[in-house]
């Protein structure tokens, strides 16, 4: 169960024998204005360095910020999570600054509905060979919520004024982000509901692992299943192709609820990357932020956010 102390960053447990990471996402998307960002702080305790990350997509251009920062062994002394050009502030209404060249943004962020452990879903079936945390569709500890931001970004000497909605992910544990086959991570927002439903192949686990909820007024409903079989990306060895047609999921809950989700993947507003590269540069885990529209079939709503698409390549 998520508390209050699990916004800011966690002891590293003393038997680290992988990478260590604490890692912060928060998207946005404004399609009124066609704007996309994802801002990523990763602390890596183990190797002393922070990865700061700002991409933000707006009047047609793209920027992007990475910065290695200096940090020392305990990611608790590191607050506010700031690198000189981007700040994160934590806490119930997290807030970014940034501000390099002539970019920068001011956006607040408000939960629209509460914060969702992922422990909280159902264990996948079998075993794990990291036990009961390799279980979860992700094997370290997450939460996920769904957001309305608002605030305004300067984009090489345009002011843009920003009204969207949003999510975010807090995860910290041991990884090994190589270990990641694929995935599936759907952050959709549509006016009655937060649609977080993901799948995954990793390592530690023999299969495809389910996770999520919705989140709505009621409540969480964790998400049981996620059917992947409208992905026409999955071949291994290949790389990710251009999405050139829309994709659909159906989502069965735990309480027996289902849900047929349409992203609008082949006209999107933004494409951003949170690759990952070894340092032998021999494997890729690309990580692709698909900022687009989405469409919940039961209700005919539409909506909007980010649909992350991860695959592995051995480069």
Known sequence: ????????????????????????????????????????????????????SAKLYAGGHEFKH???????????????????????TLG???????????????????GRFGVFDFADGPLAPGPSTLGDIGRHVFPFNHYEQGLDVRGVVRFGGEEVVISGRGNRDHSWGFRDDFGFR???????NFDSCFVGGSAMVE?????????????????HDPIAEVDESGAYWLAPGEAL????????????TLSGRELTVTAHVSSPYALLYL?????????LYQDRQVFCDYTLHETGERGCGVLELGKYLVT
């Open 66 to 88: 990475v910065r290695r920062h200096p940090i020392g062994p305990d990611p608790r002394a590191l607050m506010p999570l700031a690198d000189g050009a981007l700040t994160v």
């Open 203 to 219: 390592t530690s686990y023999d299969g495809l692992k389910h996770g999520g909820a919705v989140a709505s007024a009621d409540g």
């Open 241 to 252: 192709p251009d999405l050139d047609r829309d994709v659909t999921y159906t989502l069965r």
């Open 275 to 283: 690759n990952a590269r070894s340092e032998d540069r021999t494997q």
């Open 92 to 110: 119930d209404a997290p807030r970014v600054e940034f501000e390099l060249d002539e970019v920068s943004a001011s956006l607040e962020f408000t």
């Open 182 to 188: 694929h995935h599936h991570w759907i952050c959709a």
């Open 1 to 52: 169960m998520i508390g209050a102390a699990d916004e800011h960053a966690h002891a590293v447990a003393p038997q680290a024998f992988q990478t260590w990471k604490e890692n912060w996402c928060l998207c946005a998307v404004d399609p009124a204005q066609r704007f996309a960002a994802v801002f990523h702080v990763s602390l890596r305790p183990v190797t002393g360095e922070g990865v700061f």
